[in-house]
């Protein structure tokens, strides 16, 4: 079964794609779009859920962005188009690392989409391109919340593809960067993602046996179930950081 459509139908219930409480989503935006007016960028935009938030409590928005999947892009279209931001809100199908404008932007987000540039610095990196003078990043990114044990690597992750949360701030930091706000997924905001994630795709399965993915979705559910709860349940975090670029006379 094709990765993108297990991502679109495990999404459903939850269309952040990352362990975040609708409450939690609305203040980052808040830390990161105060003047309400700015130009904003996503990069590995998936559905645009957050131009979309972004966009309908804030009218001067103006938001952009981009995502490899056409498909997922096709379908986020159509739903700002029913909610009437179709003017305020485009969407680019192609890689986000080769995406350019004309001009820059006020806030860049990059939210569980970090892989698509090869991790957390490199993110940062590419996202300075994108950025206005005194512009902001919104970025969420994995950090370990404890040494991962053998359960947790044997879920599918390397013991060096993470940090713990103070290294992970050191490095951003050394980078350039200077946290303004911060959250950290409480466990509360992970087991909705997951048990929306894994219960979407379950659910979709059920209700369509003779569709012919409809046993690899089934199958897809449980191997993600299983090692998120024997795996890396409490032991993988998720931090999402507003920064701002740190003038070179501060550093």
Sequence with gaps: MDRRRISALAHADHPIAAPLSDTS???????????GSERI????CGTAEWLLRAAAERPGVRA????????????????IA???????IRLEAGDAGAYTAEDPFDLVLCVGSTHAFGGLLPTLEAVRKHLAPGGTVLIGDGFWEREPGRDTLDAGFDADEYADLATT???IVAAGWTPTYGHVSTI???????WSWTGSLSRWALDHPGD??????????A???????RGYRRTLGFATLVLRRTPDHLR
């Design 25 to 35: 989503v609305s203040r980052l935006l808040d830390r990161a779009l105060p003047g």
């Design 41 to 44: 960028l996503d990069l590995g």
């Design 64 to 79: 952009y962005g981009v995502d490899l999947d056409a498909d997922t892009i096709v379908r986020a279209r159509e739903g």
């Design 82 to 88: 029913a909610k009437g931001l179709g003017d305020r």
């Design 169 to 171: 701030v050191d490095r």
């Design 188 to 194: 509360e905001e992970w087991d909705e993602y997951e």
């Design 212 to 221: 012919p993915d409809s046993g690899a979705a089934l199958t897809a559910a």
């Design 223 to 229: 191997e993600h179930r299983a090692a998120w709860l």
